[in-house]
């Protein structure tokens, strides 16, 4: 039996992107005759809000994308579906991977950091160069009071095939270096909160945005340490405005305030269904209708995809 789920971030009102991404994964678990849960990724206190979470259940709701779990009221086997509801749990998980010997305690300020980080990768992201890291691993018996907790990673690649882009292969330790579980403040990561929900929700299917593609492997990597069977990975285009940045809330009319005033939902759905060329040209469709159209096959494995407008 397919589970799929869609995780958004409740730090916003949702836009195109974000529906797009719900959209396709909603139709592949159905497709399959799968189920389909919500999950409130809220881990960050600061930027996250309720009442965005109810928006985004309105939003979905509205859109004819319903759940079988999940979502703020947490219906389901694996509630809580709320991420920061779930802290116990995870800390659960942090000692399995901490007896592996291989995370280890950091203390390292943002100074230190950027100024021993392994070389700039093109993106800008920060790869740690390992000021930290014990000199022999696995290490046992450390304190992590006051500390992040970060994992190693080995200079090795991970592969994997995901379902639109194929095979990916990535090395973590020069894509990401070492990474953080724990936060010195207690915050957990989203890479260890998203592994054990997915696992502990029985998720097997993730259709996220594409720029996902090299989490994907920092929780193969995760998954296999814990012995836990990773799901299957589909990611999916990211749309991006005119000027070639993936939409966020600034994009105004690409957003489901602006895009509920102005269109019905047959006509968001159509759009996005001829954008991602799960039919020919635009027509006006449900997603309950749109099930029939969907195939991956049918899906171009761009990165990215351009919309300036909805008309
Ligand atoms: N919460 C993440 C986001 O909204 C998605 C995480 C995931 O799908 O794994 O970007």
């Known amino acids: 039996m397919t589970r799929g789920r869609f995780a ?40 996250s809000k309720r009442e965005y979470s109810r928006l985004i259940e309105d939003d979905l709701h509205w859109l004819g994308l319903d759940w079988d779990e999940g979502g703020l009221d947490g219906r389901g086997d694996a509630a809580p579906y ?22 280890y305690p950091c203390r390292c300020t943002r100074a230190e950091i950027m100024a021993t980080q392994a070389p700039h990768q093109s993106d800008g992201r920060i790869v740690y160069g390992g000021r930290c890291r014990p000199e022999s691993l696995p ?20 592969a994997f095939t995901d379902v639109l882009y194929g095979p990916q292969q990535f090395n973590l330790a020069r894509e990401v270096g070492d990474f953080i579980l724990r936060r010195a403040d207690g915050a957990w990561s989203y890479q260890l909160a998203v592994v054990v929900d997915d696992a502990l929700m029985g998720v097997t299917e993730v259709v996220r945005g594409s ?23 589909a990611h ?41 060329g799960l039919l020919p040209d635009y027509a006006e469709i449900t997603p309950a209708e749109l099930i029939a159209e969907f195939s991956w096959q049918k899906i171009t494995p761009s990165e990215t995809i351009t919309i300036s407008n909805l008309s």
């Not at 949702?14 to 797009?20: E, F, V």
């Not at 720029?211 to 990975?233: M, T, V």
């Not at 489901?256 to 102005?262: G, N, P, Q, V």
Request: hydrophobic share 40%; charged share 20%.
């Open 8 to 47: 958004p971030s409740p730090t916003g009102r949702m836009h195109l992107g974000n529906i797009a991404a719900a959209l396709l994964s909603w139709l592949s678990a159905r497709a399959q005759g799968g189920v389909w849960l919500l999950r409130i990724e809220d881990l960050d206190p600061q930027r």
């Open 211 to 233: 720029d996902l593609l090299l989490s994907a492997a920092q929780q193969i990597y995760l998954y296999r340490l814990l012995g836990l069977e990773p799901p299957r990975f």
């Open 139 to 158: 290490a046992h018996g450390a304190d992590f009071a006051g500390a992040s907790t970060r994992i190693y990673v080995p200079d090795r690649t991970i």
């Open 82 to 103: 709320s991420q920061s509801l779930r802290g116990d749990i995870y800390a659960r998980f942090l000692e399995r991977i901490n007896a592996t010997g291989y995370t």
């Open 236 to 276: 999916v285009p990211l749309l991006c405005n005119a000027e070639g940045r993936r939409l966020s809330k600034r994009d105004g009319s690409l957003n489901m305030e602006h895009l509920r005033a102005s269109y019905t939902p047959g006509q968001i759905t159509g759009r996005l269904a001829a954008l991602l």
